[in-house]
């Protein structure tokens, strides 16, 4: 089984940055993906960004464009998330997810991923 932990999450003012991490359990984890969800009270869970862990593209949600930036360090295992121009918008549980080699499905779906961190809050205030 395979544990994202995320981390970075906090209280900033609108137009400030955080960078959020994910770091995954375990180093052989076959993954093809992983991404950034967030989910606002009272909304459904949406997609944020996500890179293919391999050849690296990546990929964002239109509201973020320009403003976001996913990557990943590979020796270390880890998966980030630099948020910048943050809008009060933005505020949401952040979630990590890593799709291993068996899932299949657009890269911005929820249903492409397995496994899910435990989620990390983001407020932006205005």
């Known amino acids: 089984q395979v544990q994202l932990v995320e981390s970075g999450g906090g209280l900033v003012q609108a137009g400030g940055s955080l960078r959020l991490s994910c770091a995954a359990s375990r180093r052989t984890f076959s993954r093809s993906a992983m991404g950034w969800f967030r989910q606002a009270p009272g909304e459904e869970r949406e997609f944020v960004a996500a890179i293919r862990w391999i050849e690296g593209s990546t990929y964002y949600a239109d509201f973020v464009k320009g403003r976001f930036t996913i990557s990943r360090d590979n020796p270390n295992n880890t998966l980030f998330l630099q948020m910048n121009s943050l809008k009060p918008e933005d505020t949401a549980v952040y979630y990590c997810?890593?799709?291993?080699?068996?899932?299949?499905?657009?890269?911005?779906?929820?249903?492409?991923?397995?496994?899910w961190g435990q989620g990390t809050q983001v407020t932006v205030s205005s």
């Open positions: 997810a890593a799709a291993d080699t068996r899932t299949y499905g657009a890269i911005d779906r929820l249903e492409r991923f397995n496994y």
